[in-house]
T-cell receptor
Framework: AQTVTQSQPEMSVQEAETVTLSCTYD???????LFWYKQPPSRQMILVIR??????QNATENRFSVNFQKAAKSFSLKISDSQLGDAAMYFC??????????FGTGTRLQVTL | DSGVTQTPKHLITATGQRVTLRCSPR?????VYWYQQSLDQGLQFLIQ???????AKGNILERFSAQQFPDLHSELNLSSLELGDSALYFC???????????FGSGTRLTVV
């Protein structure tokens, strides 16, 4: 079974600074998708960014980018120019052959002035 | 609005009761997934339906059941409720993995 590990329960970043959230996963599959979801206090699950495992190029969405290291099974999220609205719980998720999403335990990000 | 509609948003019920949570997927999405999120926990996969058929099961209790109807909306039935069933229940829909998964706003169930 696939597992997703987020080893940082909480992170803090100052406004306008850059922060990186870590995620590792375990799988024997070669084709899969990885996602970062944001869950603000409203509890809505919002897709931040996704990466196809067959693509070597790291995905980027505005201030959000990933560092995808397939051999190391690592998928970190970098948030640049952090804003107060970025404060939320961030979940890393995996989807493979089974197509369901397997989530990590989340990282709570605080953004300070 | 994500396009995935879940009702009700909040539900308070007593132990031993039965409730039904409803999900309407985004237009065109054939797959529906149900997840449970207990307080300050990650999301646990419960069950997936694809075009009316059960496709995969996760850690879903025998007291829980689900179905997807011909119009593609789905219902999650929770029976003999216990205090520990209190959680946020999410529905997500997808047209395919490559396009990601869209979540509804969830149903917060409180069992008292």
């Amino acid at each position: 079974a696939q597992t997703v590990t987020q080893s940082q329960p909480e992170m803090s970043v100052q406004e306008a600074e850059t922060v990186t959230l870590s995620c590792t996963y375990d799988t024997s599959e070669s084709d899969y998708y990885l996602f970062w979801y944001k869950q603000p206090p409203s509890r809505q699950m919002i897709l931040v960014i996704r990466q196809e495992a067959y693509k070597q190029q790291n995905a980027t969405e505005n201030r959000f980018s990933v560092n995808f290291q397939k051999a190391a099974k690592s998928f970190s999220l970098k948030i640049s120019d952090s804003q107060l609205g970025d404060a939320a719980m961030y979940f890393c998720a995996y989807s493979g052959t089974a197509s369901k999403l397997t989530f990590g335990t989340g990282t709570r990000l605080q953004v300070t002035l | 609005d994500s396009g995935v509609t879940q009702t009700p948003k909040h539900l308070i019920t007593a132990t031993g009761q039965r409730v039904t949570l409803r999900c309407s997927p985004r237009s065109g999405d054939l797959s529906v997934y149900w997840y449970q999120q207990s307080l300050d926990q990650g999301l646990q996969f419960l069950i997936q339906y694809y075009n009316g058929e059960e496709r995969a099961k996760g850690n879903i209790l025998e007291r829980f059941s689900a179905q997807q109807f011909p119009d593609l909306h789905s219902e999650l039935n929770l029976s003999s409720l216990e205090l520990g069933d209190s959680a946020l229940y999410f529905c997500a829909s997808s047209v395919g993995q490559a396009y990601g998964y869209t979540f509804g706003s969830g149903t917060r169930l409180t069992v008292v």
